[in-house]
């Protein structure tokens, strides 16, 4: 689908709030990045590590801060927030292409037992399958070949993506997005192993909360509780391929970033983000407003706020770092220590 093509006048029109800088009459019909944005193109420039993309720009329309030095040819949105403008610009000109290609509300080939609870707007696509006692709340979208378990509630406006698995009594919040492939509600890691080896499976008889605005990514995996609830606090944004183990507590406003593993009855404060490939042992907590460093280990409680990194033992960033120098180093040091 073609984009609507809009001049310069429209959007200054469009976004009255906004500050433009017009110097010619180009027709915009889409964003592009700095690099590859044409003379019919909106971008951003936010960082010093792009300015060379910036100065070779050929983009019909630039969003840039206040103070950048501006080219007598080009024309500009001045903001203070480039990235947060140009996303505007995104859902302007991209909103048709991601549009629903299913007309109607719930799909003949949807399977929904006979007491389950819809909300108002609600769109089912084919193939999802809804079990007992579920309660889907208004505005939801459940795309193709999703499975909904027994006792399932689906707060309003959240959209659940192809493929994804919700185990029974999970209980998803308001305005939650769940991407492909992800399974929320699977049993816990839990077994009782006897003195022969022989591992026997423990119950996981709890369920999995997720609440209001967090997103899910695709393939991310979310450990129901053995007793009681897994919780993921409201506004949490958790990347693709996360396992989460049982029993976790999670707080508000958590960045989890692709290949972080947290073993199970971990408890993380509010606005904590783990880098890529982050593990966190089980039976620890970690404390609100920590940022760690990718391939980190947790090993142990982390009770006070700051940026940590450590591939074997946690410790600040600082540190870290200073001991990553001497460790690049150890080699040459060897070598001077056996010359002496």
Do not use: W
């Amino acid at each position: 689908m073609q984009n609507k093509s809009y001049s310069l006048i429209e959007l200054e029109e469009l976004f009255p709030q906004l500050k433009f800088v017009i110097k010619s009459e180009k027709n915009i019909k889409d964003v592009s990045i700095l690099s590859e944005a044409t003379e019919n193109d909106i971008t951003f420039f936010a960082s010093e590590k792009y300015r060379k993309d910036l100065n070779n720009s050929k983009a019909g329309l630039i969003c840039i801060k206040p103070g950048e030095e501006l080219k007598s040819n080009q024309s500009y949105v001045i903001t203070e927030k480039p990235s947060d403008v140009f996303y505007e610009f995104t859902k302007l000109f991209r909103k048709n292409n991601y549009s629903t290609i299913f007309t109607s509300k719930i799909s003949s080939s949807a399977v929904l037992a006979p007491n389950v609870e819809i909300g108002k707007d609600v769109t089912i696509y084919p193939n999802v399958v809804v079990d007992e006692d579920c309660v889907i709340g208004d505005g939801v979208v459940i795309y193709p070949n999703t499975f909904i378990g027994k006792g399932v509630v689906i707060g309003n406006g959240s959209i659940i993506y192809s493929n994804v698995t919700l185990r029974e009594h999970t209980v998803i919040g308001n305005t939650v997005i769940i991407q492909a492939g992800a399974v929320i509600g699977s049993c816990g890691f839990g077994y009782n192993t006897s003195k022969d080896y022989k591992h026997k499976k423990i119950d996981q008889l709890g369920s999995v909360v997720i609440e209001d605005d967090v997103e899910i990514g695709a393939n991310t995996t979310i450990d129901r509780a053995r007793i009681a609830s897994t919780i993921i606090g409201k506004g949490t944004k958790i990347d693709n391929l996360v396992q989460i183990g049982h029993n976790v507590k999670m707080g508000k406003d958590c960045l989890i970033v692709s290949q972080v593993g947290i073993a199970g009855s971990v408890e993380i404060g509010d606005r904590v983000t783990l880098g890529g490939q982050v593990g966190v042992v089980g039976h620890i907590s970690i404390t609100s407003n920590v940022t760690v460093m990718a391939k980190s280990a947790i090993t142990k409680k982390v009770s006070k706020p700051g940026v940590y990194g450590g591939l074997m033992g946690l410790m600040p960033s600082s540190k870290f770092l200073k001991t990553q120098v001497c460790y690049n180093n150890l080699m040459s040091f060897f070598k001077k220590f056996r010359e002496t």
